[in-house]
Each structure stands twice: as structure tokens, then as C-alpha cells.
């Protein structure tokens, strides 16, 4: 199936770079779940500021996506409060358009301190045909949005969703949460990520 992967992003400079440039580097061990293009979505960053990362930038749809590219809007929502973050949400609302847009049947959210580490999860997240589906975090007992897969049947369910003043791991509409794989928000914890963990999120840098 034809799947869009996609990670928000805010340059507050370019010296924030670190972080896309190692998920940039990470990205080659997905290539096993069939990833069709890698988009970061922009929540209006300089554009002088992102040019380092050396990838298309575009601050309209273009005819086609590159392999690898970023859409930035041409303003900053940011964040508001702790629980308020509207460019997230406008970002990660824009996936969906980008799906419909360039015909792609599956979305796979990785946000850019989040990181899939076993061939098993691999497996189980690129065989999800329809759903929308999320891991779960045990530290806090939650949702782990910053790894989701999302199909067709659910594109629109992400275009409607209302952004609210609130955590997105209790408001969106997930059809299932899968508690069957290892994994915690383990650097924002103050945990060592075990050598037999599936994934780890929150990573930071």
C-alpha cells in the first residue's frame, strides 16, 4: 500500500536542526514498510533556517512530492499553553490532505523524537490495511500518539477532528491501541531504553 510517513516540525534556528537531520538518518531503516514518501510539516518555520537539511521545501502543494520534502505554512501557530498547540494540530490535520491529495492509501505518523526499533513492530505497522491505529505509553498509562498509522477508511475522521486546549492521546478517535509492543517515553522519564524495546518516543535533542 502506498504510504505517506510524516513528522510535524518547528525551526525556532538553524541550530535546531540536530534532531530532523538524525530522523533523516534513521529514516533508511524503514524502507522494509514500504514507505512511499517522508513529508515534515512545517508549522512556519524561516525557510532560511530549514535550507540546511538540503530537501525540497514548498510553500504550496506541488504537482508531485519528492521522495523526501517539507511543506511549510507561511505563519507560526505554536504553542499556547501546555495543553494548547494549535500548529501541531493544524499540521497533523494537513496529513490527511496531503494523502488525498497525491493518492496515497496509508499514513504513518513518526514524530521526530520517536523512533521504531524492532523488526517486529515494523512488520505489524506495515501490515495495517484499515483503522487508525496508535501504541500505548505504560509510564503513563496512555496513548502513545507519536506513533500512529492511520488508513484510508480513516482520512476523513482525521479532517474532521476539532482541535482542542487538550492532550491529542484523550481526544482523537483511534480505532485501536495496541499495548503488545515495548516501549515508553523513556529519555522524558529518566529511563534507559531496554535492548529489547520496540520503540521509544520523547527522545529528545
Keep these: 500500500m502506498k504510504t505517506l510517513m510524516f513528522a510535524t516540525m518547528y525551526v525556532p534556528d538553524k541550530g535546531a536542526l ?11 531503516n524503514y524502507a522494509s514498510m514500504g514507505i512511499s514518501n517522508l513529508i515534515f ?15 525540497p521545501i514548498f510553500l504550496s502543494l506541488p504537482p508531485e512530492l519528492p521522495p523526501v520534502s517539507i511543506y511549510t505554512f ?13 500548529g501541531w494540530w493544524r499540521s497533523f490535520k494537513f496529513s490527511a490532505i496531503l494523502a488525498e491529495t497525491y493518492g496515497f492509501e496509508r499514513i504513518l505518523h513518526l514524530e521526530s523524537d520517536a523512533v521504531i526499533l524492532s523488526e517486529a513492530l515494523k512488520d505489524y505497522l506495515s501490515e495495517k490495511t484499515s483503522g487508525w491505529s496508535v501504541l500505548w505509553c505504560p509510564f503513563y498509562k496512555m496513548p502513545e500518539t507519536q506513533i500512529q498509522v492511520i488508513c484510508k477508511d480513516q482520512f476523513e475522521a482525521v479532517k474532521q477532528v476539532v482541535p482542542r486546549a487538550k ?16 516501549g515508553d517515553r523513556h529519555h522524558e522519564v529518566g529511563l534507559e531504553i531496554p535492548p529489547d524495546a520496540d520503540f521509544s518516543c520523547q527522545l529528545g535533542g
Design 18 to 28: 540536530g534532531r530532523y537531520f538524525n530522523y533523516l538518518d534513521r529514516y533508511k
Design 167 to 182: 492532550e491529542p492521546e484523550f481526544c482523537l478517535p483511534f480505532t485501536s491501541v495496541i499495548q503488545d509492543f515495548k
Design 41 to 55: 510539516i512545517d508549522d512556519g518555520s524561516n525557510p532560511s533556517d530549514l535550507v540546511g537539511l538540503k530537501i
Design 74 to 86: 507561511p505563519d507560526h501557530l505554536g504553542r499556547l499553553t501546555l495543553e494548547d498547540f494549535p
